[in-house]
Structures are given as structure tokens and as C-alpha cells.
Nanobody
Framework: QVQLVESGGGSVQAGGSLRLSCAAS????????MGWFRQAPGKEREGVAA???????SYADSVKGRFTISQDNANNTLYLQMNSLKPEDSDIYYC?????????????????????WGQGTQVTVSS
């Protein structure tokens, strides 16, 4: 059973930084996608950043140059470093993971469907 547990959310002023973490367990695919998504109440979920098992990444235009997705395979942890935060980045952030048989890329991962989700962590950016 796959478990994803996010941490690292919180409140920060505009221009500040936060690092989100997602600890994964029970996830043993050699080919996979992992990603960070965000969703505010009443709004559609947005794919913020994703990383494939080959290390390729993809970002939403709204966060390019400010956010960085990375993974620590030894510790089964996914990260999202968020710099230069803006009030419009305020959302609940979710970690997601999906295993595949074939090869996948970062761009595919950000737009693909996921069946495994974490519980979410709140990020609030004040102006």
C-alpha cells in the first residue's frame, strides 16, 4: 500500500521560501512519476511540478524559475523548494505518485493521472 505524507507547509510573507517534503512508503516502481499539485477550494487542481524516474522535470509556467522539484531516492522523499513566494501561491499542496511499466518523462508526469495522493499541506503567503 502506497503512503505519501507531506510536510513543510506553513505561513510566510511574500518573497519568502518554503520547502515541502513528501515521504513515500510502499512505492517500489522502477519507472514512475511523482509530482506536486495544488488546489484551492472551488478551484481546479493544478500540476505545479513533476519529476520522472529518469530525473526529467516539468513545471507550470507560473512557478518556473521559482520552484524546484527534487528527490532523494535513498530516503524515498520528494521535495519542492519554493522561493520568491507570492500570495497567489497560497493553496493546499498535494504530493502524488504513480508507477509505470514503460518509460515516462517529466512533462508527461505533470499532466498525467495519479492514483496515489498525500493528505495535503497548507501553504499561505501573505502580502
Amino acid at each position: 500500500q502506497v503512503q505519501l505524507v507531506e510536510s513543510g507547509g506553513g505561513s510566510v510573507q511574500a518573497g519568502g521560501s518554503l520547502r515541502l517534503s513528501c515521504a513515500a512508503s510502499g512505492f517500489t516502481y522502477s519507472s514512475y512519476c511523482m509530482g506536486w499539485f495544488r488546489q484551492a477550494p472551488g478551484k481546479e487542481r493544478e500540476g505545479v511540478a513533476a519529476i520522472a524516474s529518469d530525473g526529467s522535470t516539468s513545471y507550470a509556467d507560473s512557478v518556473k524559475g521559482r520552484f524546484t522539484i527534487s528527490q532523494d531516492n535513498a530516503n524515498n522523499t520528494l521535495y519542492l523548494q519554493m522561493n520568491s513566494l507570492k500570495p497567489e501561491d497560497s493553496d493546499i499542496y498535494y504530493c502524488a505518485a504513480e508507477g509505470y511499466i514503460g518509460l515516462v518523462s517529466g512533462s508527461y508526469c505533470r499532466l498525467s493521472r495519479y492514483n496515489n495522493w498525500g493528505q495535503g499541506t497548507q501553504v499561505t503567503v501573505s502580502s
